[in-house]
């Protein structure tokens, strides 16, 4: 059966990307916001997802604001990068997974939870600038993506208890699909920033790492945090973090912190990051083979052959 293994959350800041692609990735602004994914990369390296699910949002470059789904769901084979305004990113082509994106649809449909299917979409840096942060600037993907998109850009957005809530469908969803798969969900945005009126440049430390604390330990009371309190206190485009319950929803209710990354700024966006595992994750064989392999090398051979194994 497939199994979500764990859930990572992290900021999407275009301006990431930007410094990507345009190789600014070792100037000492940038090489503070990147160190900080180093740990992160080898983790995924190791735990290698057959699926991501990543929850993002569309900055008016699939959807323009004629037409905004609340939950749009990519069912597609591929999901090419959008123009953005400057011409494509030069990412690979997202490869989607139809098959347990198609599964997950009617499994939330008629099971209550109604999502917009898209059959066709761009994908723009808020799915393309996480995939870098997890898996650097491969040739390709090294798995399939299932891109699934939501309303944060017009009020109102879904609130975080249905935020939460759909992560539980999708859960429900991935828990009933036969083939084994390991599945990764991401959650991306924020965290907190205000890009325009008399508070741009808002950034509170203070909310980002007590939501980072909430996420991890208590995410049912955070689901209920109302819209006004991530205005308030995150900024306008802080709501972007309803977007992390997603992914909390979809994970057990304890989990395991294995990782956490916080720096200001990056443009002016205050850069949130977190790993969480299920308890019930088998995600790292490589490693227990490697532990493996050098105590059997101990037993077989002394500590010499056990210093090859290593
Ligand atoms: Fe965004």
């Given amino acids: 059966m ?89 990412v690979p082509v ?32 808020g799915l393309t600038v996480p995939l870098n942060l997890m898996f650097g600037s491969p040739k390709e993907w090294p798995c399939p993506v299932i891109p699934l998109a939501v309303n944060v850009v017009q009020y109102p957005p879904p609130t975080g208890q249905r935020c939460y809530d759909l992560g539980k469908a999708i859960r429900r969803a991935v828990d009933s699909y036969p083939e084994d798969l390991k599945v990764v969900v991401f959650g ?60 909390r929803g979809a994970l057990d209710d304890k989990v395991k912190e294995v990782y956490r990354f916080y720096t200001v700024p990056a443009s002016n966006t205050a850069v949130g990051h977190i790993i969480l595992e299920n308890a019930g994750k088998s995600a790292k064989p490589a490693a227990r083979k490697k532990v493996g392999a050098r105590k059997a090398a101990v037993r077989k051979s002394g500590k010499k052959a056990a210093r090859k194994a290593a």
């Fill in 2 to 90: 497939a199994k979500i293994i764990a859930g990572i959350s992290s900021s999407h800041v275009p301006a990431i990307g930007a410094a990507i692609d345009n190789k600014q990735t070792e100037e000492p602004y940038w090489k503070r916001v990147f160190s900080g994914f180093e740990k992160s990369k080898r983790w995924m390296a190791e735990t290698k997802p057959d699926v991501v699910i990543a929850i993002y949002n569309d900055h008016a470059s699939a959807f323009s604001v004629e037409m905004i789904p609340t939950f749009a769901l990519g069912t597609a084979a591929e999901f090419p990068p959008a123009d953005e305004g400057w011409g494509p990113r030069p």
């Fill in 94 to 125: 997202v490869k989607g997974h139809p098959e347990l994106a198609s599964h997950i649809a009617t499994s939330a449909i008629l099971g209550g939870f109604d999502l917009t299917i898209c059959n066709k979409m761009e994908v723009d840096h």
């Fill in 188 to 247: 991306t945005g924020g965290m907190s920033h205000q890009i325009s009126g008399p508070r741009a440049g808002l950034i509170n430390e203070k909310f980002d790492k007590a939501f980072l604390d909430g996420l991890t330990k208590n995410p049912k009371a955070l689901a209920k945090m109302p819209h006004i309190e991530y205005m308030r206190e995150a900024g306008a485009e802080g709501i972007e973090m309803v977007m992390w319950l997603v992914m």
